[in-house]
């Protein structure tokens, strides 16, 4: 009884190394993207899920969205899109015409095949009333937020500027 308590521990422990957690800023009426990737090339197509809140212990409890891997599967609204390359593994989620509603914290689960595998990650959105200028508008469309474990380059980090 005493080794099947510690390796509950353990995983518990362990599946803390693989949430990944970050902010995303937007404005209400502009679309944002949070940002989710996996190493698709390692692990082959996988099924993804989205949902606000908590990502519980399997699966996503209420998705928003979800994909194979190559095809989305199902979308609780046509607000939500995956918009990066499903083939590279940038399952990110985009919500269009953000309301002051749409704040909160999301969830991508990446179901790795295995035992406590799967790869979770945490974004805490913040909305604020107003629009972008222009020059953020461009950068914002055109770049999503990267992890700090991805190479960054100037425009990525300029964009640093526009999250916290």
């Known amino acids: ?14 599946s803390c190394f693989c949430e990944c957690d970050s902010r995303v800023k937007g404005h209400t009426g502009q679309d944002v993207t949070l940002p989710c990737k996996y190493d698709r090339k390692y ?19 209420n998705p928003l969205i979800s994909t194979d891997g190559d095809k989305v599967l199902t979308r609780a609204s ?11 593994g940038d399952v990110s989620l985009t919500i269009k015409s953000l309301t002051e509603g749409d704040a909160g914290r999301y969830g991508c689960r990446v179901e790795i095949p ?21 020059t953020e508008s ?19 980090n300029t964009m640093s500027n526009l999250f916290y």
């Not at 046509?78 to 590279?88: A, I, K, Q, T, V």
């Not at 999503?144 to 991805?150: C, G, H």
């Open 138 to 156: 461009r950068l914002t469309s055109s770049h999503s937020v990267t992890s700090s474990s991805e190479v960054r380059d100037p425009v990525r």
């Open 78 to 88: 046509s607000r939500y899109e995956l918009l990066g390359r499903l083939e590279d």
């Open 1 to 14: 009884q005493s080794q099947l308590h510690s390796w509950v521990i353990d995983t518990s422990v362990w």
């Open 43 to 61: 692990h082959g197509a996988v099924e993804v899920c989205w949902q606000r809140g908590e990502i519980p212990f399997n699966k996503c409890s």
């Open 114 to 134: 295995g035992p406590f595998n799967d790869e979770k990650h945490q974004i805490e959105l913040t909305v604020v009333p107003g629009h972008l200028t222009s």
